[in-house]
């Protein structure tokens, strides 16, 4: 069983910045790519970034794109987002996701198949 726990959640004010975590444990790990969701208060969660576990390939909305980086560290599985010039609309619970398929397209959650329990960001103005 896989497991993804995210952490580096919080309050900042906004133009400020955090690097959310996202360490992946289990008997094997070999995800073809991880992912970045968010979800606030009566949205729908939404795609954040993404990028290829093997061959770092990167993906951003434009919402994002410019002030989010999505990075990865092979050695200990893990994945960050480092987000920069946060805005109030960032406000959201973030979540960690890997996915084994390299089918579809990178917002596709349903082919994400495992999940983070989600991780907390508030940005005041």
């Known amino acids: 069983q896989v497991q993804l726990v995210e952490s580096g959640g919080g309050l900042v004010q906004a133009g400020g910045s955090l690097r959310l975590s996202c360490a992946a444990s289990?008997?094997?790990?070999?995800?073809?790519?991880m992912g970045w969701f968010r979800q606030a208060p009566g949205q729908e969660r939404e795609f954040v970034a993404g990028?290829?576990?093997?061959?770092?390939?990167?993906a951003l909305p434009d919402s994002v794109k410019g002030r989010f980086t999505i990075s990865k560290d092979n050695s200990i599985n893990t994945v960050y987002l480092q987000m920069n010039s946060l805005k109030p609309e960032d406000t959201a619970v973030y979540y960690c996701a890997a996915r084994r398929s390299r089918a579809g397209t990178w917002s596709q959650e349903a082919l994400y198949d495992y999940w983070g329990q989600g991780t907390q960001v508030t940005v005041s103005s």
């Open positions: 990028i290829s576990w093997s061959s770092g390939i990167r």
């Open positions: 289990g008997r094997t790990w070999s995800p073809y790519a």
